[in-house]
T-cell receptor, first 115, second 112 residues
Framework: DAGVIQSPRHEVTEMGQEVTLRCKPISGHNSLFWYRQTMMRGLELLIYFNNNVPIDDSGMPEDRFSAKMPNASFSTLKIQPSEPRDSAVYFC?????????????FGDGTRLSIL | AQSVTQPDIHITVSEGASLELRCNYSYGATPYLFWYVQSPGQGLQLLLKYFSGDTLVQGIKGFEAEFKRSQSSFNLRKPSVHWSDAAEYFCAVGAGGNKLVFGAGTILRVKS
C-alpha cells in the first residue's frame, strides 16, 4: 500500500517567494495533519483536517501560512511570502478517524530552505 | 492539557546492550499512547501503540513498551540494541480527534 506522499522532497527558494507543499494521504484516511520540525522547536502541529474540514489551525504561525484540503486525497500548505525563518522540514501525516485516537502515518517530509 | 515528557535528550548504549527510553505523560483519562522512530531524512514511523488491555505492548523491530498508570509512564525497551536502531525516538499521547501530543524526542546513539 502506498504511504503518505509528499512533494517536493526538497525545496530551495529565495525569501519573498511563494512556496507550496503538497500531500497525498493514505487512501481511506480522513484525518490529515501538517507538522513543522526544526532543531530549536522540535515537532510542531500546524493544522489538521477531519473529513477535509480544518479543525484546529492554532499552530499556524501567522497569516503568511495557509492550508487547504479540497478533497480527500490532496492537501496543500502554502507560505506567501516566505522568510528564512520558515526553513524547516514539513511533514504531512494521515490517520483514520475512528473512536479513540488512531495512529498517524507520516510522509517523508519536505525539506524547505529559504535563502 | 495533555503533555509528554521525555527526560533524556540523548542516550548512548553499546551494541548488544539493553535499552530503556523513558516517557511520562499527563492526561486525565485512560490515555492512548504511541512510540515513533525517526531515522535521518525520514518521517516518523510507528513502533507500537497502547489503547487498552495488556499493559505490555509489543511492537516492530523487537521493541516493547510498558504502560504504568501509577507512574504515568510508558517506557520503551529493547533487550539487545543493534547499530541500525540509532535514530530519534518520540513518545506521543492522544489528545482527542486523532490529534497527538509529542514529546521532544530522545536521540539514541549506538556505539560498537
Amino acid at each position: 500500500d502506498a504511504g503518505v506522499i509528499q512533494s517536493p522532497r526538497h525545496e530551495v527558494t529565495e525569501m519573498g517567494q511563494e512556496v507550496t507543499l503538497r500531500c497525498k494521504p493514505i487512501s481511506g484516511h480522513n484525518s490529515l495533519f501538517w507538522y513543522r520540525q526544526t532543531m530549536m522547536r522540535g515537532l510542531e502541529l500546524l493544522i489538521y483536517f477531519n473529513n477535509n474540514v480544518p479543525i484546529d489551525d492554532s499552530g499556524m504561525p501567522e497569516d503568511r501560512f495557509s492550508a487547504k484540503m479540497p478533497n480527500a486525497s490532496f492537501s496543500t500548505l502554502k507560505i506567501q511570502p516566505s522568510e528564512p525563518r520558515d526553513s524547516a522540514v514539513y511533514f504531512c501525516a494521515s490517520s483514520l478517524l475512528e473512536m479513540g485516537n488512531q495512529p498517524q502515518h507520516f510522509g517523508d517530509g519536505t525539506r524547505l530552505s529559504i535563502l | 492539557a495533555q503533555s509528554v515528557t521525555q527526560p533524556d535528550i540523548h542516550i548512548t548504549v553499546s551494541e548488544g546492550a539493553s535499552l530503556e527510553l523513558r516517557c511520562n505523560y499527563s492526561y486525565g483519562a485512560t490515555p492512548y499512547l504511541f512510540w515513533y522512530v525517526q531515522s535521518p531524512g525520514q518521517g516518523l514511523q510507528l513502533l507500537l501503540k497502547y489503547f487498552s488491555g495488556d499493559t505490555l505492548v509489543q511492537g516492530i523491530k523487537g521493541f516493547e513498551a510498558e504502560f504504568k498508570r501509577s507512574q504515568s509512564s510508558f517506557n520503551l525497551r529493547k533487550p539487545s540494541v543493534h547499530w541500525s536502531d540509532a535514530a530519534e525516538y518520540f513518545c506521543a499521547v492522544g489528545a482527542g480527534g486523532n490529534k497527538l501530543v509529542f514529546g521532544a524526542g530522545t536521540i539514541l546513539r549506538v556505539k560498537s
